[in-house]
Structures are given as C-alpha cells and as structure tokens.
C-alpha cells in the first residue's frame, strides 16, 4: 500500500469507506453492478458500470460535505458550509480522463458525487460513448483545496452545471427502490 496517497490517510479512508457505501447504494438504485478499481492505489476513475455481464458506463465518485436545496423545477443550489453554489467543481482532469476513457471502451462516463449533508447522490452524465461532453462545464485556472486532507492549489477545475444534475431516487428502505434518476 502507498501510504503517500491520500486514500492511505486517516481522512482518506474515511472518504474511501463513504466511496464504498456511495457505491452499493448506487447498484441498489441503478439495478446494475458496480465494479470498483483498486481503492489502494491511484487510478484514472473510480468504478465501471456493469449490466447484464456487459460494460456500460465508466465512473467518478466523489464526496461533498453538501446538501441540495431545490427551489422548483429545475432550480436547485448546492449548499456547502452556509455558502450557495450553481455548480459543482471538480478537477478538469479527472473528466479529461474519463472522457478518453470513455471513448476508448466506447461508453458513457458519469459523475456521482454523495452530497453528505443531504443523504443524497447527485448524478452528472459527463460524456458519450465518444467522449464527448454531454453536459454544461465552465473550465478555470482557481485556487481550490489540493485533496480531502486540505492544502491549496492552482489548477484547471471544471464548474459542472446544476441542470444537468440527476438525483438518485435512493428511498429509506433502499432494497425496495425502483432503479430510476429523478430530477
């Protein structure tokens, strides 16, 4: 194990076993299988998505301390910490990966990210089966937290549109749900 990476840290792990849950709980939702890549090492993207013994989606997962806030159809926000946001950033690179990907084994990329403060999995079509974006992103050279065990850094992110979020449809009772996206 690289104890150098991040995963490998206290915080790390903790945002690793989120990763994990974030994970069943999308097989349960979504009717499919979720396959992770080695969560000890440093990999391109977190997980393939799999039906019916047949590759059909590659995918990021990620963890917010957020909640969502709707205000009507398709109006949302994504709180963090009191502070209002209209889109979610990630690094650029992270979706740059995903989309060669993606294009490499001619399937869609998503991101899913487990919103913390909300119990909730917020859903982001990324790319087609060609690597194409599929969804409104803002690129910007900003200073933001370099990993989950803080830090800063410059770099390129990428501001993800909210209304290209899907919210998986993850009832209480997660055995019993109907495997759809709902806006």
Known sequence: MDESLDCNTEK????????????????KA???????????????????????????????????EMRVVRFGKPDCRLIEKGRKHNSLLITYNKLE??????????????????????????????????????CNIKREHTRTQATCNGG?????????SLKDMKLLAIPKNIDNTDGNLVN
Not at 102 to 125: E, H, T
Request: net charge positive; glycine share 6%; proline share 1%.
């Open 97 to 134: 990966k995903l989309k060669h990907l993606c294009r490499s084994f001619r399937v869609p990329g998503f991101l899913f990210v487990s919103l913390l403060d909300s119990n909730r999995i917020a859903c982001w079509k990324i790319c087609d089966d060609l690597g194409n974006y599929t």
């Open 30 to 64: 979504l009717k499919i299988e979720v396959v992770s890549t080695n969560i000890e090492k440093s990999a391109d993207i977190d997980v393939l998505l799999i039906k019916n013994n047949n590759l059909i989606g590659l995918g990021e997962i990620k963890t917010r």
């Open 152 to 160: 800063s850094v410059i770099r390129e992110n990428a501001y993800i």
């Open 12 to 27: 790390g792990r903790i945002y690793t076993a989120i990763q994990l849950i974030c994970r069943e709980k999308m097989e």
